[in-house]
């Protein structure tokens, strides 16, 4: 396949790299309006081709897909141009800056039957979907709440804020283990350094089913923290992603209700407490499996397993933090609740990916 | 002094042990509803006397003081009585189950001269004097934001939520170091196992000065964490109580904005990465601190540390909280601003008490 | 039954307390020549009786044992001296301060017939026993080494250097767990602040078996660190005591040596990494349980847990230990080794206390 | 320059990295006998040359230099033919597989006028040089002793026992920053996999000014530990290269000796608790600093930092340690101290280099 990157900055050069070396990709071809950038890629790897302006790439012939990592604002009008030249897409997430933009790219990709897939990376991470597993074969019980902590001094972004930035992956990982969407939203947040920027803020998640899901997010904390705690009925799992050894830690813990009591009389719960447990996490790199799952979903016809629906569902409610930090954290409404709750349905058959369109 | 000590169950017996080791306690009178815990109390520190009904107290002539440690709701009623009877109070936290009753046991107190002190503990321990130190001398510079973590596996209360049980040290550590208190209150969770009883919780104050507390609390957790992360212009510092050695660290990192800069321009922050340093914290028992105050208060006719308008500080935000979880997160308004703010500029001259009124 | 603790210092407060609560204690003298800690006994537990010279102790009538927890180099002379009035004894570890004179007591113990017991507390926690529980059940396969470390700044003992003081501990836990002694004995070291008391040093226990144990104390190092490794073919387990949650961690890892391989082929050996398990200990306290084990094996005439020849053997190796230190670390054989082999065949069933000689 | 490196194994693609991007290395030729390693790295780098027998090398016109990462007993005769040929040599550490060989190297390189560089690359890193400058300026007061943990689960090595491949980085790291050299060693360790070549042991190094070094290797450790502790008199200094962000830690920590004191008096020292520092340390990679220093010191003529000398002095440490090893652990004196006394003396000024021979 003959395939384009556009964007090689901050996170491009990754996607580049496994591009590169794959062997179902022919020939690369690496866009960026930074000079000293496509140098670089040039210099790592110089069997890339290189172009400044991706208007160019429009009328490069035989191109099979893009793969977009550019500001997030310019997500939607790139990718609907390729789109309706009839090219595959792979957009950085998150997917694009609004929930309309993100449904037009959708509903472009489903008409023109083209693969449109978003880099939600921790998707194809092996600890997501051990946890995922964990969580599918009922040994924490019924979910009663998942909380995330992802902070870490910097990378300010200069056109979104920090839940923009960070929460997305908390937000899929979120999606993709439950298998639930939210239905409203609250955040509050604070812009220290750039006026409408917010560079912390805390969100809840408000599902259907009781399920409530806290993310604070932070580009000023002292310390890199990448915590996820899922509490259920029957045990609690944390997944702490900086820890080299012990990515899963699934605790015995729980609380005992009686099964039925007099609530007149004293409040009498109990607590379990026993062994902790750390399932082995098998290592490799989740950008490489995700890079060959877009080039896979593009020779086979099938639907990416972070397709534009997820992509969709994610911004979907990131736009509603937004409008929440907006009116002091009081909640909002998760727009299109009908439109993602079809196609979740459909489409997320665990690892598997579902059969295409065609 | 002779004094008494109503509610010998959970944190009781720790008020009996400090109170009964002070020189200045001649006599002192152990009051519960449950013969047994009288017993213990009788069989750990035989010279106390017994008492079962607390309205038996008020027939006891010369005592000096009542220290309640009862369920919450209690709190106002017994220490009404007893400050109507003019005796010195002390309550553990929180003051009481409202705004109302506790700005009722404030004017009481003060129309009585008496001295009404509240428990939280937390502000006579040497991490957070230090801290308080530490943010005082400028070395953090401006504060922007506090993010308090404060989760374990139970203990379920049976008649105050996980913020009303928790929540209390965070708001007065914050309170206390920042010496702000504010003006709103926004708070989402979920009452998993006794309906109307939340036992996960985020909560965030909103300052008038434009600082912002996250407080995540949980009765849910499998680890139980105290962490408290202060992030200032210049430094930031981590406090994590469950620490042995190593409970502040200060982190000498931070984002460096350039004086002026066209905004137009591309955005250039840079960041700084220095050294990290945890000064040596004395070790003492603060709850040994905290009950000398209350009886050096009584002597010398001083205002505590921790007196009704801090208590009253803490309920007010505390209600805000509650009532912000019944309206689906949105910001409450702090009640009674004008009186918290009177009082606290009036009090608190750091650490050294203000003189009395009598 | 009438029981003397001699020596109030530093240990001995734990004693007092843990026999004081005992039911099967009537009466508790508290012997020490420093009046002030007489006084400080008597005042936390007002029913003491107290004595200065513990001569004096051997004209009190119905005396039925002492408990010595004095210098080290004391504990043979007293202990001798109440032995040979027929009264039991318990003794702080070490037993005494030479392979002769704790081979003396244990004889006169057996003569008299009296229970003779070393206070090896660890061997009455419930890690230890758990970590015992899982090498017998065979998890570990078979062993291969032990490795501990057990280091902290101070506390300097005036007559006895660190092997003395910190590794009668690593070495009744090795010898318990592994129900094996060692033959021979190496030990490096130095005394950087007293002549002759060294602060710091590692000590090498070989095995008969082929078992190899490394211990590294100090009395000069920064943070406090209890961890002993025990190093199997099938697993590998990791005890870290001042971890509080996660005390022994089980890792399923290894090495994997192929069945049969060519000896001049290449050298291939696989490695197994899994996962990693904690289980959960119960919380109580050790020194009430050895301490009530001393009570019950004088009541029913038992040989306790860590009997004379357990502490024999814990002096036979730290005294070879001193004899290497001083010989630049050369292997030393360890004294007796018949006895301690005979002895301790007919001892250790588990955890079950074997029949008394009565 | 025009460099090969003989050996693309399992450390020396790292080497072909490192000399490929310098912009001093004008061709690079690989070495290996496995042609598949060859073509690994013709792929990754396709500016290299392949080359699969070493012998072919000799016969290569303008070679400058060559880099030896092959098995140790092979380092002195490759390296002796390079240094005949009048040849510059880099050789991973150790130097070769005993005294003599690697004394033979030296005095060949001197003769030759060539640089001999040996591979210890942690003198190369920015956390042991930071320890050196704390170390020098006195900040820790007298060194008393150090104690180093470098244990993981495997990697075997089929010609080199556990001592020989991990402890050469702490004996380097040791006499990197003490500037001085022990003058006898005590090993102790164990082979249980491959008779002969022990997987577990630890050594004692013991130097002339009363200093001593405690070693703990293995490759038998369910955790990686790399753990080097340095005790002072005036503080205390911890530096774990596994922690990503607090790699050293200074304890300001310390015995307090009163100046004189009646010995027959009671002991009487204090502890001093103070506050804990971590100081920044900047991120490089060590072995392109290494590799260029390599290159530098051909170019001017300059002796390296760790040069010939300093391999010698690491080969007689393992020497010695082997011998104590086969003799149950006594200790054995280090050869040729005559030697490596003059030249440390001459050599080390500090990081910076010393003038060349030319």
Same mark, same amino acid.
């Given at each position: 396949m003959?395939?384009?990157?556009?964007?090689?900055?901050?996170?491009?050069p990754n996607?580049?790299r496994n591009f590169?070396?794959?062997?179902?990709?022919r020939e690369?071809?690496?866009?960026?309006?930074?000079q000293?950038r496509?140098?670089?890629?040039k210099?790592?790897?110089?069997s890339?081709n290189?172009?400044?302006?991706y208007?160019?790439?429009?009328?490069v012939?035989?191109?099979?897909?893009?793969?977009?990592?550019t500001?997030v604002k310019?997500?939607?009008?790139?990718?609907?141009?390729?789109?309706?030249?009839?090219?595959?897409?792979?957009?950085? /997430?998150?997917?694009?800056?609004?929930?309309?933009?993100?449904?037009e790219l959708?509903?472009?990709a489903?008409?023109?039957?083209?693969v449109?897939m978003?880099?939600?990376?921790?998707?194809?991470?092996?600890?997501?979907?051990k946890i995922k597993?964990?969580?599918?074969?009922?040994?924490l019980g019924?979910?009663?709440?998942?909380?995330?902590?992802?902070?870490?001094?910097?990378?300010?972004?200069p056109d979104i804020?920090?839940?923009?930035?960070?929460?997305?992956?908390?937000?899929?990982?979120?999606?993709?283990?439950l298998?639930?969407y939210p239905?409203?939203?609250?955040?509050?947040?604070k812009?220290?350094?750039k006026p409408?920027i917010?560079d912390?803020?805390t969100?809840?998640?408000?599902?259907?089913n009781?399920i409530?899901?806290?993310?604070h997010?932070?580009?000023l904390?002292?310390?890199?923290i990448?915590?996820?705690?899922?509490v259920g009925?029957?045990?609690?799992?944390?997944?702490?992603?900086v820890?080299?050894q012990?990515k899963?830690k699934?605790?015995?813990k729980g609380?005992?209700?009686?099964?039925?009591?007099?609530?007149?009389a004293?409040?009498?719960?109990?607590y379990?407490?026993?062994?902790i447990?750390?399932?082995?996490?098998?290592d490799y790199?989740p950008?490489?499996?995700?890079?060959e799952?877009?080039?896979?979903?593009?020779?086979k016809g099938?639907?990416p397993?972070?397709?534009g629906?997820?992509?969709?569902r994610v911004?979907?409610v990131?736009?509603?933090?937004?409008?929440?930090?907006?009116?002091?954290? /009081?909640a909002v409404?998760?727009?299109?609740?009908?439109i993602?709750a079809k196609?979740?349905r459909?489409?997320?058959n665990?690892?598997?990916?579902?059969?295409g369109?065609r």
């Open positions: 003959k395939i384009a990157v556009i964007g090689c900055g901050y996170w491009g996607l580049v590169v070396q794959s062997n179902k990709v690369l071809i690496c866009c960026d309006l930074d000293k496509l140098d670089r890629m210099n790592l790897y110089p890339v290189v172009l400044s302006d208007k160019e790439l429009l009328k012939p035989d191109l099979d897909a893009v793969v977009i990592a500001p310019t997500h939607h009008p790139i990718a609907k141009e390729f789109l309706e030249q009839g090219k595959h897409v792979f957009i950085e /997430k998150p997917l694009t800056h609004s929930y309309d933009t993100a449904l959708v509903k472009l489903e008409e023109k039957k083209k449109l978003v880099g939600h990376t921790f998707e194809y991470t092996a600890a997501v979907n597993d964990i969580v599918e074969n009922g040994e019924k979910i009663l709440y998942v909380s995330c902590t992802r902070v870490n001094l910097g990378l300010f972004q804020n920090v839940v923009w930035d960070l929460a997305p992956h908390d937000i899929s990982i979120i999606m993709y283990v298998r639930e239905v409203s939203v609250n955040s509050q947040g812009a220290h350094f409408g917010e912390v803020a969100t809840t998640l408000n599902f259907k009781g409530v899901a806290f993310v997010n932070s580009w904390d002292p310390n890199k990448r915590r996820t705690t899922i009925t029957k045990r609690m799992l944390v997944y702490d992603d820890e080299p012990e899963i699934i605790y015995d609380v005992e209700v009686p099964p039925y009591y007099d609530t007149y004293e409040f009498q719960f109990s379990r407490y026993g062994d447990h750390s399932p082995r996490i098998d790199e950008l490489k499996r995700e890079s799952h877009f080039l896979t979903c593009i020779q099938l639907c397993l972070s397709d629906y997820s992509g969709l911004v979907s990131l736009e509603a933090a937004s409008k929440s930090l907006k009116q002091n954290g /009081k409404s998760i727009k299109g609740l009908k993602l196609k979740f459909n489409n997320g665990g690892f598997l990916m579902t059969n369109w």
